[in-house]
């Protein structure tokens, strides 16, 4: 059975139809894709899974369980499994980058001060931080505080990271690092990762499999040779990022 699944989700924000009717699964261990133009529901789609969202329509599964009416009480261990990184880093800019990955640590699991800045470093680590772990967000660019936003989300050790659009606004560099990490913690750590995004680089760079939402349905999924070889003429659109075609902007 796939690690999470999304069967029939609607979701409709007043008049606006957001979702119609989404099924999809995540597999253990894969980096999957969600892409699609902006609105298409991407972020809403996966802001299901961790409760910050409820569907008008269809179920939530995580290992078998059904999480789609739990209790805000009972969202708690699943968000411990389920991180999510936002687009916009917010580290607190008083704190040194360590502080800031210490935080969740002292606050979830208890740790003394001591305790949490060594294990915060010790995720900083992962992600290629550690030595600069006593300076301030503000002594960096953004490619590199997404990392440290990155290293906080893993500090409960999450079996799955959901990144939203974690390479919006960087430089191609920062974006090829932030793309390379995501790889990595799939590859090396066993992250399973959702990654929200309508970069074509990283989709075609780094994607296990892809999913396109279009008109709050599923359009494809599938690998990145399944999107190439897609005789779709909005899955073309998209992929090709062509101004003239089927799709509506």
């Known amino acids: 059975m796939a690690k999470i699944e999304f069967q029939g989700i609607y979701k409709s924000f007043g008049d606006n139809h957001v979702l119609r009717g989404v099924d999809l699964s995540v597999d253990l261990g894969e980096v999957f894709f969600i892409i699609g133009q902006s609105g298409a529901g991407k972020s809403v789609l996966v802001k299901h899974l961790i409760g910050l969202l409820r569907p008008d329509q269809g179920r939530i599964y995580l290992d078998g ?10 969202f708690y261990p699943i968000r411990k499994r389920c991180a999510m990184v936002f687009q916009n880093s917010t580290l607190f800019d008083s704190m040194t980058l360590v502080e800031n990955v210490a935080l969740p640590i002292r606050k979830h699991l208890g740790a003394n001060q001591e305790e949490a800045i060594e294990m915060a470093k010790d995720k900083l680590r992962l992600v290629g931080m550690k030595r600069y772990a006593d300076r301030f967000p503000a002594d960096f660019g953004d490619g590199m505080r997404k990392k440290v936003a990155i290293a906080r989300a893993l500090t409960l ?3 799955f990271v959901i990144f939203d659009e974690p390479t919006t606004g960087i430089d191609p560099i920062s974006a090829a690092m932030v793309d390379k990490l995501i790889r990595h913690l799939s590859d090396n750590v066993g992250v399973t990762s959702i990654v929200i995004s309508h970069d074509l680089r990283s989709i075609f760079g ?9 008109q709050g349905k599923l359009r494809l999924d599938g690998t990145q040779q399944d999107f190439k070889e897609s005789d779709d003429p909005v899955v073309q659109q998209f992929i090709q990022g062509l101004p003239d075609g089927p799709m509506e902007v």
């Open 65 to 74: 369980q059904d999480v789609t009416d739990l209790k805000e009480k009972e």
């Open 206 to 214: 780094i994607a296990d499999r892809i999913a396109m939402l279009y």
């Open 157 to 159: 050790d999450p079996e």
